[in-house]
């Protein structure tokens, strides 16, 4: 089972990187994105008026990408956006449709009735290959009460 979920993964990564290396910033479009991609998770809209595509690769892959549609309808930025520099950005008071346009759909989220609070958690590789989880808690009001990373203890048992 381990054996399989690995070869599964490694393929998604490679058919990742292949796509990604087929997609030029400020050349492609948004059907050659969605030719490559398929149907984004979310689109979320861009200040500058254009529009983000969410790829997730949540809970078997450990990236997530996000990727800008301008409003010339040419791909204007492909980020994978699970990366310590985002985490960082992550502060209490946060609110969760923030959270989300910033690191998009978790692998896992697990309410907590009594306490009143929801993790959201999603797998990611610290450099150069430590399997990590990074998790945030949010309340009631659906803000970020506090986030951190940890080892992703599902990899150990591997």
């Known amino acids: 089972m381990a054996t399989a979920l690995l070869a599964v993964v490694i393929g998604l990564a490679g058919c990742d990187n292949q796509r990604i290396a087929e997609l030029e910033e400020g050349v492609a479009t948004e059907a050659d994105v969605r030719t490559k ?3 984004p998770e979310n689109i979320w809209d861009a200040p500058d008026g254009g529009r983000v595509f969410e790829y ?3 809970p078997q892959g450990q990236k997530n990408y996000m990727i800008t549609i301008g409003r010339d309808g040419k791909m204007s930025a ?6 310590p520099e985002n985490f960082a950005k992550v502060q209490p008071g946060m609110m969760m449709e923030d959270l989300r ?5 978790p692998a896992k989220v697990t309410p907590y009735a009594l306490k009143r609070e929801t993790e959201w958690e999603w797998r990611w590789v610290q450099p150069p290959n430590s399997p990590m989880v990074f998790t945030a808690t949010l309340n009631d ?3 970020v009460v506090r986030s951190g990373s940890s080892l992703d203890r599902a990899t150990e048992a591997n």
């Not at 492909?78 to 990366?83: A, G, N």
């Not at 346009?101 to 759909?105: A, P, Q, S, V």
């Open 78 to 83: 492909l980020r994978q956006v699970l990366t």
């Open 37 to 39: 991609f398929g149907q």
């Open 56 to 58: 997730n690769r949540q």
């Open 101 to 105: 346009k910033l690191l998009g759909k």
């Open 141 to 143: 009001d659906q803000r």
